[in-house]
């Protein structure tokens, strides 16, 4: 059991109450110079206790993200005895108690705490984290109507494959692959999943799935289909209903595949422009409040900008090379470029390609699909008028581009006659150039086509590019690409500078970041908390300039708890330090599954105030 309140002493804090206990831990309200915090006790059992490092390793976590949906953590120690968290003392009730006590919620209610766990979430994400233990009791509800998301006592690096016969969290919420129901690793989606089935119990005011025996509701998150909650709850919209749905799919892969979709539906939906029958999952968030900071690319975001505002000016368009060592922060520069030109009116279509990236011209039939989608939430009319001006509502049109894409496929008015010729995509290839052309014409704004690793880019797409690069003087389109220069990457960067020609206004070449740079990326990372020289001097030295293996290896101390925090300062032994994995996030093997379904952290306890 914990220690007594009575036999507690933390230097400088005067514990005041109980607020919650579980197994081995236990959440006291107290004072420190007239202030109220939560400090949560964990008894140790001797000095190589690994309560230590669990504890270390959840107040990192969250003192590294701050967002106004989530708990502050400012201090963590122990004294041989004791392991003591100090957090935020989060005022009200619990969700969990709220719909207990009314039943099912209004829906303006429900989108509204909807939007604050998945704004919550998005942040936890972008920093390669998952929480693994959304559910009600974890889901304060501030006196102000905001929800805030508590105890990540859970949480560990996205992608984590779950052990076999093994359950991690509360399994009323848990995600199939959460309880090894389903082989996939345990990344955003599980989390999303588990938001899918909050939000049912908000809209309905019971969970998706009820059995007497634990291991059947496990069964039935795996193979059973939710009930639609508008046919348990009749004032539930049709398009909430579909939004928790798309949540609860089982597949990971069928759900939102990221908390910034999930926000832009909600939006939409607060709005009222999001259709009943509306395809859910492609609309283009600001991410704004949730997107890493941009750090030491201010002159090259400028030139960038500088050349969409001359192709706007001038109705002429270029293209753009961006290259950089692997990690070198070209995605990060491109997304901001985005962010911002979409926000100045421009058309923005988006291509990321990967070495699993679909089939020839895949990634830009996703593109073209994902931007119209974008504007059938946001602007249905633009959409309509847009289709009709390019010809994109005749029958046949763009046949060739027919099955590349099932974003792309719904805004295809598809010729019946038509059947798809396998093995040759040299119409395709002029059909995409044509169709970005005409996209661009049509846009009086002008257009931006980002090309992300492009040096990955199949023979067809290397084609629409060569189709493109001659025409682009007389367009409205800019075409930023960007490529990696490391020897593997250099046969096909050179192939994109040749098929590009004089069609390229500027190449932009991204040095490593200075020393000080790389603090400032690692302090944002850390919550604007600031690391001891020592250690941030220790990091800036392995990073050598490169911004990816610095947020890295700091990844890797925070999943490892080698980090303390302790009053806006992260601290760490030397030595321990030197021990983490510069490589890949450590696993660290923190915990001990346990056997039986309903299984998770000992000592759940959440820091509130009753």
């Known amino acids: 059991m914990p220690t007594e309140a009575t036999r507690i002493a933390i230097p400088g804090f005067e514990l005041v109450e109980e607020l919650g206990r579980g197994a081995t831990t236990a959440v006291y309200r107290a004072l420190r110079d007239g202030e109220e915090y939560a400090v949560k006790i964990q008894e140790l059992r001797g000095p190589d206790d690994p309560a230590r490092i669990y504890f270390r390793r959840e107040a990192a976590i969250l003192a590294a993200i701050r967002h106004p949906c989530l708990g502050k953590v400012f201090e963590v120690g122990d004294d041989g005895r004791i392991s003591y968290l100090v957090m935020e003392l989060i005022g009200g009730r619990t969700l969990a108690e709220a719909v207990e006590e009314e039943g099912a919620l209004p829906e303006d209610r429900v989108l509204s705490i909807a939007a604050d766990i998945a704004s919550a979430l998005d942040v936890a994400h972008r920093v390669g984290l998952v929480h693994r233990d959304v559910a009600p009791r974890n889901i304060v509800m501030r006196a102000d109507g905001r929800a805030v998301l508590i105890d990540f006592g859970l949480a560990t690096q996205t992608g984590t494959r779950q052990a076999e016969d093994s359950v991690i969290g509360t399994v009323t919420y848990s995600a199939p692959e959460q309880t090894g129901m389903v082989r996939r690793p345990v990344d955003r989606r599980s989390d999303l999943y588990s938001l899918g089935a909050v939000l049912f119990e908000c809209a309905t005011g019971r969970p998706p799935f009820q059995a007497a025996d634990a291991g059947e509701v496990v069964r039935m998150h795996a193979v059973t289909p939710p009930t639609p909650a508008r046919a348990i709850q009749p004032n539930v919209s049709i398009q909430l209903s579909r939004i928790i749905d798309r949540l609860l799919a089982k597949d990971p892969d069928d759900r939102y595949q990221g908390a910034s979709s999930l926000l832009s539906d909600i939006e939409a939906l607060r709005r009222g422009t999001l259709a009943d029958d509306a395809v859910l999952g492609q609309a283009i968030a600001d991410q704004s409040s949730s997107m890493v900071t941009l750090v030491g690319r201010d002159q090259e975001l400028t030139a960038l900008l500088e050349i969409l505002n001359e192709s706007r000016a001038t109705s002429t368009g270029c293209a753009v090379l961006i290259e950089s060592d692997p990690g070198g922060g070209k995605t990060r520069l491109v997304a901001e470029l985005a962010r911002i030109t979409r926000g100045n009116g421009m058309n923005v279509l988006e291509a990321h390609l990967g070495l699993d990236h679909p089939g020839p011209i895949g990634p830009l039939a996703q593109a073209f699909g994902r931007f119209f989608a974008d504007l059938e939430t946001r602007d249905p009319t633009t959409l309509t008028r847009l289709r009709t001006e390019i010809g994109l509502d005749r029958p ?211 820091p509130r105030r009753p």
């Open 396 to 606: 046949g049109a763009a046949d060739s581009l027919v099955g590349l894409s099932p974003e792309l496929d719904r805004f295809l008015s598809v010729d019946e006659a038509h059947q798809t010729e396998t093995g040759f995509y040299e119409f395709a290839v002029i059909e995409a150039a044509h169709l970005l052309m005409s996209v661009a014409t049509a846009s009086a704004g002008g257009t931006l086509l980002l090309l992300d690793n492009a040096h990955l880019a199949d023979d067809a797409t290397h084609r629409v590019l060569a189709y493109l690069a001659p025409e682009l003087d007389r367009l409205r389109l800019v075409v930023v690409l960007t490529a990696r220069t490391d020897p593997a990457s250099e046969p096909s960067l050179t192939k994109l500078r040749a098929e590009m020609g004089e069609a390229v206004r500027r190449r932009i070449e991204l040095p490593p970041l200075s020393d000080e740079q790389i603090e400032t990326i690692l302090k944002w990372q850390l919550g604007g908390d600031r690391l001891e020289p020592s250690l941030a001097n220790e990091i800036t030295i392995r990073a050598s300039g490169n911004p990816a293996a610095a947020v890295e290896y700091l990844r890797s101390a925070l999943e490892a708890g080698v980090l303390k925090p302790s009053w806006g300062t992260f601290s760490v032994g030397r030595s321990r330090l030197a021990s983490t994995s510069t490589c890949r996030p450590m696993s660290a093997g923190w915990r001990s599954a346990g056997s039986t379904p309903s299984s998770r952290r000992p000592g759940g306890s959440s």
